[in-house]
């Protein structure tokens, strides 16, 4: 996208066609596998030593995020395993690109890993679930956008694992979310393999350090007389659930004010416009695009007491967010992905999006950046007393919402001292 036409054919005819002959045509031998480079079996012990030189140990094998981490000795991964009852052997699914088995014992390793407790386990093994889901396509998180996950907990798995919801909901700090949030990260590293340089599957063109887990607050949510989260996503009340979602833009810090609904969501309508103008094309070419409000509780206050519904929100959020007929097109044309051939109006003919996008051939007109209301997800979180509130944007038809309800376990258990046991791998 930054070549003249003439310099991309030389580019192709002298390097990528070439390439290409070569490799579906040329025999090239595997390297022969040392001790070093060999995959870890299950539960093989992969290191005995001191801490610091376990560290390194990890990080030259590409194990870690750049930052220490928890031995993961055999005690440590046990009292995970003891919360529930399953097999560490169980496969959760098969995670691309590097195609290995999610498992049970390696949901564990990795949580010892990122500092996890042991009662956050029955919630990793639900975010593993949701990740080896074919429709989140775990393996675009390595596309050139970078986008990063991001976990929401709604239901009484917020106490009980004491996440935070409140003032700096999204700030690292919360041994539950923060470490979560990591886990996620970890995980996508040591088992789909989406390694940033010196390795090879993780392709972000600049990307974005990892999000801490979000969570809802249930108590001002049921105040205001409105259906939490995991209602919203076909859970009952009773549950604990989680969805995961991914996240390529985030706004800036939304403040509005005012006593009326309507005052709130035109200032909200017009950040949340600015965040996503020039990539709510994606929406509309893959038919996925599920941005989340988090919605400051002052605010969700003015709104409920104005008589607005999530719903209402949804709707009036999605019939002001608009954009002219021409720079849509012209932000289609011009994105990395190229989209030369799009046109509003071939694609109504053509049945893809809803006639208002091609009520006329001027160029001006005004076009819904969203195409459905129920697309635009809302959590209450956040400082009660701010008027704050944030946009979290997602990639399109990559990492859409995923959710998965949690077998929460009881008790807090603490962790045994391990200092002088063995560490097994992370993919084990």
């Not at 981490?69 to 399953?86: E, G, H, N, Q, Y």
């Not at 049970?104 to 093994?125: D, H, K, R, T, Y």
């Not at 800036?252 to 309507?262: L, Q, V």
Request: hydrophobic share 45%; charged share 20%.
């Amino acid at each position: 996208m930054t070549d003249s036409d003439e310099s991309f054919l030389a580019k192709v005819e002298s390097h990528i066609a070439p390439a290409v002959v070569v490799g579906l045509t040329a025999a090239r031998p595997m390297p022969a596998e040392t001790s070093e480079m060999a995959e870890p079996k299950p539960g093989a012990v992969v290191f005995s030593g001191g801490y610091d030189e376990l560290q390194n140990f990890y990080y030259q094998r590409g194990w870690t995020d750049g930052l220490p981490i928890v031995p993961p000795t055999p005690s440590r991964v046990k009292a995970f395993l003891a919360l529930v009852d399953r097999s560490p052997t169980e496969v959760i699914g098969v995670l691309p690109p590097e195609m290995r088995e999610a498992t049970v014992l390696s949901v564990a390793i990795n949580g010892v890993m990122a500092g996890c407790q042991p009662e956050f386990f029955p919630a990793l093994l639900a975010i593993v679930e949701a990740i080896a889901d074919p429709d989140f396509r775990i393996e675009d998180a390595g596309s050139t956008p970078g986008w990063e996950p991001l976990v929401v907990f709604s239901g009484p798995v917020v106490e009980a694992m004491d996440l935070n919801s409140g003032s700096g909901v999204l700030r690292v700090g919360r041994r539950a979310n923060t470490s979560i949030g990591r886990f996620v990260r970890l995980y996508m590293r040591n088992v789909a393999g989406l390694r940033i340089p010196p390795f090879v599957f993780d392709k972000a063109s600049i990307g974005a350090t990892f999000n801490v887990a979000a969570a809802e607050d249930d108590k001002v949510t049921a105040d205001l007389g409105w259906a939490p989260y995991r209602i919203d996503h076909g859970f009952r009340l009773e549950d604990s659930a989680l969805t995961i979602q991914s996240v390529v833009a985030v706004s800036g810090p939304i403040y509005s004010f005012g006593d009326t609904a309507t005052g709130h969501l035109d200032l909200i309508a017009q950040r949340f416009a600015e965040t996503i103008r020039f990539w709510c094309f994606a929406g509309l070419v893959y038919r996925h695009w599920h941005p989340l409000l988090v919605l400051s509780p002052a605010v969700a206050g003015v709104l409920a007491a104005d008589g607005f519904t999530k719903v209402e929100i949804r709707h009036y959020l999605r019939d002001h967010m608009l954009i002219t007929a021409e720079d849509l097109e012209l932000s289609a044309s011009r994105a990395g992905v190229s989209r030369a051939d799009f046109n509003l109006n071939a694609m109504v003919a053509a049945g893809d999006i809803p006639p208002e996008y091609g009520l006329s051939n001027d160029p001006a007109r005004l076009v819904p950046m969203c195409i459905k209301a129920d697309w635009i997800n809302i959590i209450v979180a956040g400082d009660s007393a701010r008027n704050q509130s944030r946009v979290y944007v997602n990639n399109h038809e990559q990492g859409p919402p995923i959710s998965r309800r949690i077998v929460v376990s009881g008790g807090r258990k603490q962790l045994p001292s391990t200092s002088n046991e063995r560490m097994g791998g992370p993919n084990s």
